[in-house]
């Protein structure tokens, strides 16, 4: 194939357009390049299990069975700290931040925050899981241990962001604040080839994803779009479509692709949502933004809300940019009591 770039090349390609780069985050992608065909490599193997040995049992080289969500996170984080480019990262599966130690580490000028395996509670079913990052120039000084503030910025602030998505196949999805591309793993190489450039989600959509077992739970506007999308047939005569796989990062892939909008609003039980603003919704939110579509919280352009916590919770309103604006309208017609 005449047109074959492997996603190293594609980086290092992209770097020139940046006068000032100094690769270091071309090395940082690098890493997490690496760390994704491992933990593909594990997830391919997640269905022996079963045979090999449940988690938390010994396998038959006797090792210890370890969840997927925790090896990735070892993985990756493994995968960061032995390139000096980050001097730490902040994890779902992780209660605090984790500072690298290493001078080298801490002379370098990125955090990553991240979710090593978004939708875990799939793999036993043989769903499609997915790895999501962020990562973020610090504002601590150079040279010493990082702090909360690296980590509490803004969407907006974003230098990269992107996913992995294990699934019929395996793909690497990552902007840098230049357009949306994507690269297919070809395990037979072992590398990740462009696939998918300049991705463009479509500014209308036919896909609604949310789960509609929290349907009475939710918002009143949520509750109408959802109305207004079961009675309403666009001008193409095809009525809107219901697809929910419950793992974000292959329910936004999809949507991508496809034309769509993924919700996940609040509910009376849980008033900011389910999912988490810095490692799940900013990045989603970049690479939304990034491809012609929208983030928002319902109100508020996610990229523009100001953190406080680390592990908070947003509710979630991200695709194409004619649903997200019209479940947007629905919300502020429909004010909570
Ligand atoms: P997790 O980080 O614990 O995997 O939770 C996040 C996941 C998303 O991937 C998915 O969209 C959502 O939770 C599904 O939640 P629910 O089962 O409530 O619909
Ligand atoms: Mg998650």
Redesign the pocket.
Known sequence: MSGLRTLGEFVVEKQADFPHASGDLSSLLASIRLAAKIVNREINKAGLVDITGAVGTENVQGEAQQKLDLYANEKFKAALEARDQVCGVAS?EEDETVSFDRDKNQHAKYVVLM?P?????NIDVNVSVGTIFSIYRRVSPVGTPPTLEDFLQPGHKQVAAGYVIYGSSTMLVYTTGAGVNGFTYDPSLGTFCLSHENMMIPDVGKIYSI?E??YIRFPKGVKKYIKYCQENVPEDGRPYTSR??????S?FHRNLLKGGI?M?PSTQSHPDG???LLY?CNPMAFLAEQAGGTASDGKRRIMDIDPKELHERVPFFCGSKEMVAKVEQFIAENPED
């Open positions: 779902e979710d395996l978004d939708g875990s509670s789960n077992g929290n929910y796989i419950g793992s974000l990062v329910d993924y996940y389910k999912l988490r799940e």
